[in-house]
């Protein structure tokens, strides 16, 4: 902390933030890509090309986690269907990829995807018209998720709905999704969903150097998103954010529209998690239903948590962290990991409420007052004191 | 139901209640309320649980909207058919029973939040402090006793400290009527005594309205008082007069 500031804030964007910032892009931007290509693939710092999608898709999660931190852990909307505005931004993606397809499909029709051909269906449908221009299909990836949680955040918040409520409706609204995108006759390929990409922009997506593309891609755009939830929670907006997770009604009574304030969050944090999914599918190769499924979103929540939630570096932290664990476990001992994600959760709520970031900080103060002897006490044993000199 | 034309009350009055009704599932928690205060009048009203004391506050704050009666602030502005935020920009502040002060939020962050400022989303994303501003959080800490807590948890102050707070931030905003809703509750003496002392410099220059059940406190600030029951006014006058109500008496030592 700055000493000598009367205002009781840290400069948010001081040197040493920019610092950090700049070091961690540096790494995934500029160091994963050379030792993907420059170094010889039997050097031990070599990354093989099978490992860049793998770090693409953690990426993309880290985004994902991102944007479910900024309305939960700031403004207190647990929303446990995020994983909803994911997978629209994918499907956006998705169609788009289908389109470049062309008449390189099983069926060879130069107007329609095969699973169409397939169901027999003469003409595309007007929700597909336009997907074939790349700049159309990046519009809808954040405009799709962008205005299905304005409307539905506007519903919601407007009839104030909290808490419990909120995230059970955000459930059941990925689960009407799932239902709805896994039906053969709304359109988006039904439970096989859509695959079989064959390029993005041009670019064949099964050629290393694209992988890369992509991965760099999802690393700008991870930095990118941070530095916009770092903006958005530094604010003044940032604290009105935070009260309303402390005292709602308090805040609508200094004149603040909660209403407003929740919409804001949850449009752009909706727009976010819909561009991180259109991320992640050119680099997975394939969209369909099961990703609108609850346990997703649950699952979601359960890397925000155990990051640390209502601080950003956390929610990253903690995307990669679980993702890295399920990644091996479920390849090494694939029954034990649904018990290892229920543990970590029960474990983080009831020892660490306030995640990894939180233990750390807590190290942090442990190791400084131990090594500078007459630091103060704890900020909580204070007002006993201070009421006493009153 | 077609609202009738509700009669416009003279200028001088701030606030203008006529005939409120609030029954919440049969319970009549406000029955025809009439309230008239005026501006630059500091009020105190008090009356046994249940008077609706807390249901008032709400009617005038927007949290609680009446079945039928006229609610008017400076003689035009119907409460009735706004909401609390917009109501709050009107110029009337509330301070709660129970101190809420925003707990992860530092004592200077609450000040801030409350500061005079444009209210709107998109505005305060882009807000940046001005020097007046920081300047007038420190006087306002000054003035509230907890500068040397300027930078820590309003979370960690203690109940008095976060009582002081919330007087503080509606203090800040300058706003016209303030409703202060038990501001005494669980303090000590001398904390009381320095909160009417307090309160009566404020109302030098705006209107208060204070609810309240410490009558020692009630007699300190030697407003006139009303005093409700079962939600209505029951008697009306300073605080002698009151208090040698033959009716008052009556309801507060029991049948």
Redesign the interface.
């Known amino acids: 902390m700055i000493v000598g500031r009367t205002t009781g804030e840290r400069n948010p964007w001081s040197t040493r933030f920019w610092f950090s910032f700049t070091a961690a892009m540096l790494v995934l931007v500029v160091l994963v890509p050379v030792l993907n290509r420059y170094v010889a693939p039997d050097s031990a710092f070599a990354v093989p090309d099978y490992l860049v999608p793998l770090l693409g898709k953690y990426l993309c999660y880290a985004m994902l986690a991102l944007s479910l931190d900024l309305v939960w852990g700031y403004a207190g909307i647990l929303s446990l269907g995020h994983g909803a505005f994911f997978a629209l931004g994918g499907y956006c993606m998705g169609m788009y990829l289908m389109r470049q397809i062309g008449t390189r499909g099983v069926y060879g029709n130069p107007l329609l995807p095969d699973f169409m051909v397939f169901l027999d269906w003469k003409e595309l449908p007007w929700f597909w018209w336009g997907f074939d221009h790349f700049a159309y299909a990046m519009l809808m990836v954040m405009l799709v998720p962008g205005l299905l949680a304005f409307v539905f955040g506007w519903l919601a918040f407007r009839s104030r709905v909290t808490g419990v409520y909120l995230s059970i409706i955000t459930q059941a609204m990925t689960y009407a999704l799932m239902l709805a995108f896994f039906r053969n006759d709304m359109g988006f390929g039904g439970n096989n969903g859509l695959t079989d990409f064959k390029d993005i922009a041009g670019f064949e997506l099964q050629q290393p150097a694209t992988r890369l593309g992509l991965y760099v891609a999802s690393a700008i755009g991870l930095g990118i998103a941070f530095l916009l939830c770092r903006f958005i929670t530094v604010s003044k907006l940032g604290r009105v954010l935070l009260a309303l997770r402390d005292a709602e009604s308090r805040v609508r009574f200094l004149g603040y529209s909660a209403t407003n304030a929740k919409l804001f969050v949850f449009t752009v944090s909706a727009v976010l998690a819909g561009i991180a999914g259109a991320l992640y599918v050119p680099q997975i190769g394939i969209i369909n239903p099961s990703e609108f499924s609850p346990e997703n979103s649950i699952e979601l929540a359960i890397w925000v948590s155990v990051g640390g939630r209502g601080t950003l570096s956390g929610a990253m932290l903690g995307a990669g962290l679980v993702n890295l664990a399920k990644t091996w476990l479920t390849s090494a001992a694939p029954e034990i990991w649904l018990f290892f994600l229920g543990g970590l959760f029960v474990l983080t709520t009831l020892l660490f409420p306030r995640g990894i970031v939180g233990i750390l900080g807590q190290l942090r103060l442990i190791r400084s007052r131990r090594t500078m002897p007459g630091a103060p006490p704890l900020a909580v044993d204070e007002p006993e004191a201070a009421k006493e000199r009153a | 139901m077609t609202p009738s034309p509700a009669p416009h009350p003279p200028p001088e009055v701030l606030l203008y209640l006529d005939g409120v009704n609030v029954s919440f599932d049969g319970f009549k928690a406000l029955n025809d309320l009439s309230l008239v205060v005026e501006e630059g009048e500091l009020r105190t009203i008090i009356g046994p649980n249940g008077a609706g004391k807390t249901t008032m506050m709400d009617v005038v704050?927007g949290?609680t909207r009446p079945d039928s009666g006229a609610v008017f602030f400076r003689g035009s502005a119907d409460l009735t058919r706004l909401?609390?935020?917009q109501i709050?920009?009107l110029g009337i502040?509330?301070k709660?029973q129970r101190p809420?002060?925003?707990?992860?939020?530092?004592?200077?962050?609450n000040l801030?939040?409350?500061l005079a400022d444009s209210?709107?989303?998109?505005r305060?994303?882009?807000?940046r402090?001005a020097l007046e501003q920081?300047e007038r959080i420190?006087a306002t800490l000054t003035r509230i006793g907890l500068a040397?807590?300027?930078?820590?948890?309003a979370g960690?102050?203690?109940h008095?400290?976060k009582q002081w707070l919330e007087i503080g931030?509606l203090l800040i905003h300058d706003r016209q009527l303030l409703l202060l809703d038990e501001p005494v509750a669980g303090m000590t003496d001398?904390e009381t005594e320095a909160t009417a002392e307090l309160i009566l410099g404020l109302a030098r220059d705006r209107t208060i309205v204070v609810v309240e059940h410490d009558m020692a406190f009630v007699r300190s600030l030697g407003a006139k008082v009303t005093v409700l029951h079962e939600g209505a006014v029951l008697a009306e006058g300073s605080v002698e007069h009151v208090q040698n109500h033959p009716r008052v008496i009556e309801v507060y030592l029991g049948r």
Do not use: I, Y
């Open positions: 704050t949290k909401d609390e935020a709050a920009n502040g509330r709660f809420t002060v925003f707990e992860n939020l530092t004592v200077f962050e801030e939040l409350a209210r709107g989303t998109w305060t994303l882009f807000a402090m920081r420190q040397p807590h300027s930078r820590k948890p960690a102050l203690s008095g400290q931030m001398r």
